[in-house]
């Protein structure tokens, strides 16, 4: 079904049957990849793979894993050629997986689980397991990206697995720290057209304050050894706080700029390393609010790379998981992100006993969480020779402004692109290849309904309109765009969308949608149902080496 709605009327989708709850749920890997039943006709010149993470395994020894982000990391691909479609998925074999299943416990601590020391030791080997400390977890659920030819599955810590995106096999696990000077990086990196990967990631800087790392992967070069092997530390931005980071999930960059967002969720390093030692704990338990600071933004210049001291950017508190795009104008950077008001965690939300209740609970639940909006905001880089009290913002396109106070900070306030009553516009996609870190007219996101996937939408942030695809009982992912060959226009191309619709003869399809309509060109349904996934990657068939890889 397509909808070109206004928001009032895209929000009113409700799930009575909760069918959404099984996309939380286990399934097997599969041995051999399966054919998919195509309906409708997919573009001839769409060869590839659509590679996607996300959790795959929900219980270890028969106890539910407790938070979304805990659940063991899984590979999905669905191979596009000629015409026809297959699909396959297998379990990656993290230390975190490996072990859960050969002990039947949870092994490694996850995000929201806590695990313990085996049950068969004695209270002093219990003690000093403790004691000890507990290892970071390697389940690599949240994301996949290439590095030169190599493909790596990622979630937030110091650890990557290396997969191989045809056969699916894990390869490699990689330890960044031994490459960089970061506790972790996030699962959002950006790509210049050269292949150059840039990431951000908390770090210690001077006088043991905790600090954030912006560093760089080089592309590969044939000859000279693997790209990650030559990594480097661009440049360190300061913390707020000395020994609470904040929460880091993705950041924005322009052609010249790096922009990172200081949010109010913190995690507080004391609380993180002496409730490890002594008890079980989860990542979770390490989150506290700042509810003073507020909001900061930084920025650092890219080529040469240095910390911009001097512009000091503040608003009021917002959760920031996702930036859509930032780019230069004039003499100002326009940051586009997805927003949700205050400073309560979000994440306190998405424990999975939370997203499986009954309809009516999600909704009551949904409500006492921040509101969710998607907001532009201008910073001025000419900032120095201005009055205080001024509005430094001259763009005529946009109601966001940026007003110098007395004590040299820049107070910004934001214009609303995108708001409805408990309707995120999140998992946000762009057309990379052309508008990444440049002006752009079009956003496609996964609509979160109460939290719960059921619509794609398309944002025009020129016009502010939007329009959306859902089918009842349907729950898509994350829209990846793939643009036309030779496209003129940004919004030619493609969307593909993994969509569950439990019940159904064949329960899950890769949804192919016009990108400019929203309209549907084809479905390839699998007779396998197909838990939630994150994030991923459109690759493109190597047999096509002169289409650009989005």
């Given at each position: 079904?397509?909808?070109?709605?206004s928001?009032?009327?895209?929000?009113?989708?409700?799930?009575?049957?909760?069918?959404?709850?099984?996309?939380?749920?286990?399934v097997?890997?599969?041995?051999?990849?399966?054919?998919?039943?195509?309906?409708?006709?997919?573009?001839?010149?769409?060869?590839g793979?659509?590679?996607?993470?996300?959790?795959?395994?929900?219980?270890?020894?028969g106890?539910?894993?407790?938070?979304?982000?805990?659940?063991?990391?899984?590979?999905?691909?669905?191979?596009?050629?000629n015409?026809?479609?297959?699909?396959h998925?297998?379990?990656?074999?993290?230390?975190?997986?490996?072990?859960?299943?050969?002990?039947?416990?949870?092994?490694?601590?996850?995000?929201?689980?806590?695990?313990?020391?085996d049950?068969?030791?004695?209270?002093?080997?219990?003690?000093f397991?403790?004691?000890?400390?507990?290892?970071?977890?390697?389940?690599c659920?949240?994301?996949?990206?290439?590095?030169?030819e190599?493909?790596y599955?990622?979630?937030?810590?110091?650890?990557?697995?290396?997969?191989?995106?045809?056969?699916?096999?894990t390869?490699?696990?990689?330890d960044?720290?031994?490459?960089l000077?970061?506790?972790?990086?996030?699962?959002?990196?950006?790509?210049?057209?050269?292949?150059t990967?840039?990431?951000?990631?908390?770090?210690?800087?001077?006088?043991?304050?905790?600090?954030?790392?912006?560093?760089?992967?080089?592309?590969?070069q044939?000859?000279?050894?693997?790209?990650?092997?030559?990594?480097?530390?661009?440049?360190?931005?300061?913390?707020?706080?000395r020994?609470k980071?904040?929460y880091?999930?993705?950041?924005?960059?322009?052609?010249n700029?790096?922009?990172?967002?200081e949010?109010?969720?913190?995690?507080?390093?004391?609380?993180?390393?002496?409730?490890?030692?002594?008890?079980?704990?989860?990542?979770?338990?390490?989150?506290?609010?700042?509810?003073?600071m507020?909001?900061?933004?930084?920025?650092a210049s890219?080529?040469?790379?240095?910390?911009?001291?001097?512009?000091?950017?503040?608003?009021?508190?917002?959760?920031?998981?996702?930036?859509?795009?930032?780019y230069?104008?004039?003499?100002?950077?326009?940051?586009?992100l997805?927003?949700?008001?205050?400073?309560?965690?979000?994440y306190?939300y998405?424990?999975?006993?939370n997203?499986?209740?009954e309809?009516?609970e999600?909704?009551?639940a949904?409500?006492?969480?921040p509101?969710?909006?998607v907001?532009?905001?201008?910073?001025?880089?000419?900032?120095?020779?201005?009055?205080?009290?001024?509005?430094?913002?001259?763009?005529?396109?946009t109601?966001?402004?940026?007003?110098?106070?007395?004590?040299?900070?820049?107070?910004?306030?934001?214009?609303?692109?995108?708001?409805?009553p408990?309707?995120?516009?999140?998992?946000?996609?762009?057309?990379?290849?052309?508008?990444?870190?440049?002006?752009?007219?079009?956003?496609?996101?996964?609509?979160?309904?109460?939290?719960?996937?059921?619509?794609?939408?398309?944002?025009?942030?020129?016009?502010?309109?939007?329009?959306a695809?859902?089918?009842?009982?349907?729950?898509p992912?994350?829209?990846?765009?793939?643009?036309?060959?030779?496209?003129?226009?940004?919004?030619?191309g493609?969307?593909?969308?993994?969509?569950?619709?439990?019940?159904a003869?064949?329960?899950?399809?890769?949804l192919?949608?016009?990108?400019?309509e929203?309209?549907?060109?084809?479905?390839?349904?699998?007779?396998?149902?197909?838990?939630?996934t994150?994030?991923g990657?459109y690759?493109p068939?190597?047999?096509?080496p002169d289409?650009?890889?989005?």
């Amino acid at each position: 079904m397509y909808l070109c709605a206004s928001i009032v009327s895209i929000s009113s989708l409700q799930h009575p049957a909760a069918g959404y709850r099984k996309i939380f749920e286990t399934v097997e890997e599969l041995e051999e990849p399966i054919p998919a039943t195509v309906l409708g006709l997919i573009p001839s010149w769409l060869k590839g793979s659509v590679l996607r993470m996300g959790p795959g395994l929900f219980k270890v020894g028969g106890e539910p894993l407790n938070h979304l982000f805990d659940g063991q990391a899984m590979i999905h691909k669905f191979d596009l050629q000629n015409g026809g479609v297959t699909y396959h998925r297998r379990f990656i074999r993290t230390d975190a997986y490996v072990r859960a299943v050969t002990e039947n416990r949870v092994v490694i601590t996850e995000f929201g689980t806590a695990a313990y020391p085996d049950p068969c030791r004695n209270i002093f080997s219990r003690f000093f397991t403790y004691f000890r400390g507990i290892e970071v977890t390697d389940n690599c659920m949240v994301n996949i990206y290439p590095v030169g030819e190599d493909f790596y599955a990622v979630t937030e810590t110091n650890f990557i697995t290396k997969v191989d995106p045809d056969s699916l096999e894990t390869l490699e696990k990689v330890d960044l720290c031994k490459y960089l000077s970061v506790n972790g990086v996030t699962a959002h990196p950006h790509t210049d057209p050269d292949g150059t990967v840039y990431n951000i990631g908390n770090c210690f800087g001077k006088n043991m304050s905790l600090a954030y790392n912006i560093v760089k992967i080089p592309p590969a070069q044939e000859g000279e050894g693997e790209p990650l092997e030559k990594s480097q530390v661009v440049v360190q931005l300061p913390s707020s706080e000395r020994l609470k980071p904040s929460y880091v999930h993705s950041f924005g960059m322009t052609e010249n700029h790096f922009v990172f967002v200081e949010q109010p969720v913190k995690i507080n390093l004391l609380k993180f390393l002496s409730a490890w030692s002594f008890r079980g704990a989860t990542y979770m338990d390490c989150f506290e609010s700042n509810q003073s600071m507020g909001t900061w933004f930084h920025l650092a210049s890219k080529d040469p790379a240095g910390y911009m001291s001097s512009h000091k950017f503040r608003t009021s508190a917002f959760n920031i998981f996702h930036h859509i795009n930032a780019y230069e104008d004039d003499s100002f950077i326009v940051v586009d992100l997805c927003t949700w008001k205050g400073f309560d965690f979000v994440y306190n939300y998405l424990y999975l006993a939370n997203l499986k209740q009954e309809w009516e609970e999600v909704k009551k639940a949904a409500l006492r969480a921040p509101q969710p909006e998607v907001r532009r905001y201008v910073l001025p880089l000419d900032i120095h020779k201005e009055e205080p009290g001024k509005n430094l913002v001259s763009l005529s396109y946009t109601t966001a402004t940026a007003v110098l106070h007395t004590d040299g900070t820049v107070w910004l306030e934001p214009e609303v692109l995108f708001s409805g009553p408990r309707l995120a516009f999140e998992f946000p996609q762009i057309n990379y290849s052309r508008c990444s870190g440049k002006k752009y007219s079009f956003a496609y996101g996964l609509g979160l309904n109460h939290f719960i996937p059921d619509r794609i939408v398309k944002l025009d942030v020129q016009s502010r309109e939007s329009r959306a695809w859902r089918e009842d009982g349907c729950y898509p992912s994350e829209p990846l765009f793939v643009p036309t060959p030779g496209a003129r226009d940004e919004d030619d191309g493609v969307l593909l969308s993994i969509v569950v619709k439990p019940g159904a003869e064949r329960p899950a399809f890769l949804l192919l949608l016009d990108a400019v309509e929203l309209t549907e060109l084809a479905r390839a349904e699998v007779d396998a149902v197909i838990p939630v996934t994150l994030h991923g990657v459109y690759r493109p068939a190597t047999s096509d080496p002169d289409r650009e890889d989005p």
